[in-house]
């Protein structure tokens, strides 16, 4: 007997209403190329005042994501496949990831979003939800030490399936913010 | 026994004892060096070394197949480990980040003297200005994180340039953790051996070292079973890099695990659902596929060598039907082998594998003679010996012509040849009558010699049909004249077309340095060479720039020159200068001075700090890419400098080497472009026209001693005409089959001359009028088509070439002589 209401209790956990997070996760999931402009700030300790850049981030369901920066210095980063290249002026790099773990986080948290990919997420960070669909927070601290002495947490705040800051902290004070707006090119807006 | 016959016994027992003792000791190998000169030109010396030795020749490419990309990973960590811990590796490379902080440390500490960006510019007000703000600009971008833990050491960024000129763009991508193929379904691999790649026995062991390695670790996977399978999908950063891994571990199967050279070895890693393919290991490079061609030669050999003797064997007993001959029909031949080993080994140093493989052939040839010499003794005929030995002679200029040749493959050929023959014709004189019993009891074949010369009768008349032979082949070889040579040297390769298209393949997937152009400098010292790949460095990266090469690679990049290190330590203004400059400098940047204390502090002590040296390298993977490129021999110092190309299209060598003529190098000093693979053809090809040349020389020396020894043009006309035709004839065959001829095949026709020379030598003298002499002919020859056509079935290139020739045109050669034999009278020799 015990172990009918068991199954039957499960169901109704199965029938009942989706998290907030699985919702937004969801509706992320849902967008398969996404098209935006973004401005970052990163506040360095050692410098005086922010440094800025900007450009525009593309992306393609489930895992290629390149992030063109504009200003100050053009400079390509694609991600696809587990492999990073980048293209600053003549020189053409490909990162082996593992051999920058600090690098790793930032690109991962915001692909993993993008992507609505629960699973990738919650792999390397501790994920905080608050908020609801319509607006929504997420926390995401890295699970693993040696990360987490690097990067102290990620910030990431969104309405329905558009985010709209990505902030990531570092564990030395400094930080970085994104701010994402709508495409700057009308062809698919995110 | 007559007392001669004792002497001449016993003389033959101590050489086979002594030649069975040279020959057992003897050293085989099967490398390239055979086709290579034996007197170079200095191109040609470093043409040898970099094959025998060079840094390329040691490369192990290791592909792992099957499984799951996380099983793969793992099997390559566990094997490279394991590799790192055997001295017959000098590195191995997967991609894991070994020895990384290590490089990273000695790199950093000599920042200032390894980059290419240190002037003296580079420290004045603007261009301290100008790099500090690159380095903010870099801070500004995902590469920020990687910039800011340098800026106060490096605010100019020389670490960042360091990197950029060691180039690591070259390193395929990762997988897990470790280097993987672009299809991401092949782990890789890459070892460099200690020993040379002409080193066969050292190269033999250490491709066993990888399987035993490859075989424990993933006999490690089928022991953990499942628990592996879990530690893959929850595996930390890595593992989760792109989220893909999770389909990855639960898709199981992966295609084409099958493997695709001779080389996969199986091995399980299935768990316990056995839903996983099990992985496979992939193995290729120069080294490899010595090992592998030499085990090949050595069990063609034997199992041909088996199945020849064992063919020839049959015939002879059914002709013979007598244990005994059939025994001491052998012995010439065994006696001709050895000789012909023996003076090879004690000549040359080594025996090559395609020589060994030659052994074989001289069975079909040398057991002519006892049967020359078993069923004529049943007549009378005073002539035997006189057209042997005419035959031997014919055998021995013809062969004469491969020793100058300067090839040492073919010089060895030439003397096995000729001391093999030698022997066998002196054995069967001089010692096999002793050892016959006073009458030889053998089957009689006088009924089949009647049988053919009744049958020769009846097609001679229209002989003159014969004619259109000639005309025919020689239309074919016309039409064909532009493809008849395959000028490659790789027609020669023991190494199958699917090996080949494996290594390609593991090549491109791990970038290695295919080493097809390479500009050599040479000099007296190691300053010297560096000093000029300095100087050439940048004509090379305009070439670069004008996308006719995609790059290149120095050893000044890891080591510079003592040199130019001075100079970038000349380039640091003193401290206070530096300073001076730097507060200037940081006018306007959201930047404090105090913040880069450590920078002045490290660049101050930079200026006197001891120049880097071979030996700061030690224990770095800096050391294997300084040691691959520079290379020491006596007085001689020379550097390598690798050239990437685009594609696989061939680059223009033309303007590397204009690019190089322009530096002015320091005296003593000499650069050269060395295009591998196109000097190795050239080589080839300038033996292959030496080679017809001296052939043709052959058939000369040929000519001129029959005649001598037949006092008549005609007669020397009617032994050379059948051989001609025969060659003619196979010749033409050949090409219409589609084959392109190498220098095996005019090994070849030489047989076919020195085989056919007995033939034609025989109808000549006896008119073909003796049963007796007809019978041993066609028995003869019948075991010199059963000899060499068992070879034609090789896959081995150099047998099968050889094979394919030999066996029809000894048979033609026959025919031929026959046809054209002057029935009416024998001539005396």
């Known amino acids: ?161 558009f985010i709209h800051t990505v902030e990531i902290r570092e564990a030395d004070g400094d930080r970085s913010l994104m701010t994402i707006s709508a495409a700057a090119s009308p062809d698919v807006g995110q | 026994m007559t007392r001669n016959g004792w002497l001449a016994t016993a003389v033959w027992a101590a050489l086979v004892i002594a030649a069975t003792v040279v020959v057992v000791f003897a050293h085989y190998t099967t490398d390239l060096s055979a086709f290579l000169p034996r007197s170079p030109t200095p191109t040609q010396r470093l043409l040898v070394d970099q094959l025998r030795e060079g840094i390329a020749s040691r490369l192990i490419l290791v592909g792992i197949e099957g499984a799951d990309s996380a099983e793969r990973a793992r099997i390559s960590i566990a094997m490279a480990k394991r590799l790192r811990a055997d001295p017959q590796f000098v590195a191995v490379s997967n991609g894991e980040p070994v020895g990384v902080e290590r490089d990273r440390e000695v790199l950093f500490n000599h920042r200032y003297l390894l980059s290419e960006t240190v002037t003296a510019d580079r420290f004045t007000v603007p261009g301290l200005r100008d790099s500090i703000q690159e380095t903010l600009d870099l801070l500004a971008s ?43 379904k092949r782990a890789l691999l890459v070892a460099q051996t200690r020993a040379a790649g002409s080193d066969t026995d050292g190269q033999e062991a250490a491709v066993a070292a990888v399987r035993a390695a490859f075989d424990e670790a993933a006999s490690e996977g089928a022991k953990a079973g499942h628990a592996a399978t879990g530690a893959g999908e929850g595996n930390g950063v890595g593992a989760s890099a792109t989220g893909r891994e999770r389909a990855g571990g639960t898709n199981g199967a992966m295609p084409g695990s099958g493997g695709i050279g001779g080389v996969a070895g199986p091995a399980t890693s299935a768990g316990p659902g056995g839903r996983r393919a099990a992985a496979s290991l992939e193995m290729s490079g120069p080294g490899v596929f010595s090992v592998a061609a030499r085990a090949n030669i050595k069990h063609q050999v034997a199992v041909l060598s088996v199945l020849s003797t064992l063919l020839i064997t049959l015939m002879l007993l059914w002709v013979y039907r007598s244990f005994r001959a059939l025994v001491l029909g052998l012995v010439p031949v065994a006696s001709g082998a050895l000789a012909g080993i023996s003076a090879v080994a004690l000549g040359f140093g080594s025996v090559h594998g395609i020589t060994l493989g030659f052994g074989v052939t001289l069975i079909g040839e040398s057991v002519d003679y006892s049967i020359y010499l078993f069923i004529q003794s049943q007549q009378r005929n005073s002539a035997l010996w006189p057209t042997i030995r005419l035959g031997v002679l014919t055998s021995i200029v013809g062969f004469m012509s491969l020793l100058p040749s300067g090839f040492p493959g073919l010089q060895q050929l030439g003397l096995f040849s000729i001391s093999g023959l030698v022997t066998a014709a002196l054995v069967t004189r001089y010692v096999l009558p002793n050892l016959m019993p006073p009458k030889l009891n ?32 020689a239309v074919v070889l016309y039409t064909h004249r532009g493809s008849v040579w395959n000028h490659e040297l790789s027609a020669l390769s023991p190494i199958s077309a699917a090996d080949q298209a494996l290594d390609s393949m593991l090549r491109s997937d791990i970038g290695a340095p295919d080493v097809s152009y390479l500009v050599v400098v040479s000099g007296p010292s190691q300053e010297a060479v560096l000093r000029a790949a300095e100087a050439a460095d940048p004509g090379l990266e305009a070439l670069v720039d004008q996308k006719v090469i995609s790059g290149f690679e120095s050893p000044a990049r890891y080591l510079p020159s003592l040199e130019a290190q001075r100079a970038r330590q000349a380039s640091i203004p003193n401290a206070e200068v530096l300073k001076g400059n730097l507060v200037s400098a940081l006018r306007g940047l959201p930047i404090q001075i105090d913040r880069l204390d450590p920078f002045l502090h490290d660049i101050d002590a930079a200026r006197n700090q001891p120049l880097l040296t071979r030996e700061d390298l030690d224990g770095t993977s800096l050391s294997t890419g300084v040691d691959a490129l520079l290379l020491n021999d006596g007085p001689r110092w020379s550097a390598l400098l690798p050239l990437h190309v685009p594609t696989t299209v061939a680059i223009d060598i033309g303007r590397v080497h204009s690019a190089i003529s322009d530096v002015a190098f320091g005296p003593g000093v000499e650069a050269v472009v060395l295009d591998v693979k196109g000097e190795v053809d050239r080589l080839y090809s300038s033996y292959l026209n030496a080679v017809v040349r001296l052939s043709l020389a052959g058939f000369a020396g040929i000519v001129v001693l029959l005649t001598l020894f037949l006092r008549s043009p005609a007669r020397t006309a009617r032994v050379v005409a059948p051989l001609a035709l025969a060659v003619l004839t196979v010749t033409a065959g050949l090409v219409l089959l589609g084959e392109q001829l190498t220098i095996l095949h005019l090994i070849g026709m030489l047989l076919i001359v020195a085989v056919g020379s007995n033939y034609a030598l025989f109808f000549d003298t006896h008119a073909g009028s003796s049963p007796l002499t007809l019978a041993s002919l066609v028995i003869a020859n019948t075991a010199t088509v059963l000899g060499f056509g068992v070879l034609a079935f090789s896959s081995v290139p150099v047998l099968s070439a050889l094979g394919s020739t030999v066996a029809p045109g000894a048979f033609l050669a026959l025919v031929f002589s026959a046809l054209l034999a002057d029935e009416h009278h024998a001539n005396p020799v």
């Open chain 2, 142 to 184: 995902p590469m920020g994180m990687i910039a800011k833990s340098l800026l106060p050491r490096d605010p100019t960024g020389e670490m960042l340039q360091i990197i950029d000129q060691l180039g690591s763009e070259r390193q395929p991508p990762s997988l897990d953790g470790v280097w993987a193929s672009r299809d991401g």
């Open chain 2, 442 to 473: 053998i089957g009689d074949v006088t009924p089949l010699g009647t049988e053919v010369g009744a049958a020769l009768q009846r097609v001679r008349a229209p002989r003159a049909l014969l004619l259109i032979i000639p005309v025919l082949a």
């Open chain 1, 1 to 161: 007997m015990n172990k009918v209401l068991a199954v039957v209790a499960l169901l109704l956990m199965g029938a009942a209403e989706v998290s907030p997070l699985d919702r937004v996760m969801g509706a992320l999931a849902e967008r398969k190329h996404g098209h935006v402009s973004f401005t970052e700030k990163k506040f360095i300790a050692l410098l005086d005042q922010p440094v800025e850049s900007s450009g525009e981030l593309l992306y393609d369901a489930p895992d290629r994501l390149e992030k063109k920066t504009l200003k100050p210095k053009p400079e390509d980063l694609v991600l696809e496949g587990g492999v990073v290249t980048a293209q600053r002026g003549k020189r053409h790099y490909t990162l082996d990831l593992k051999q920058y773990p600090q690098v790793l986080p930032f690109i991962e948290s915001i692909r993993a979003t993008l992507a609505g990919d629960r699973a990738a997420l919650e792999r390397v960070f501790k994920v905080e939800f608050t908020g609801d669909f319509e607006r929504w927070n997420l926390e995401l601290a890295p699970l693993d030490s040696k990360l987490a002495k690097t990067v102290q947490k990620i910030h990431i705040e969104g309405e329905k399936d």
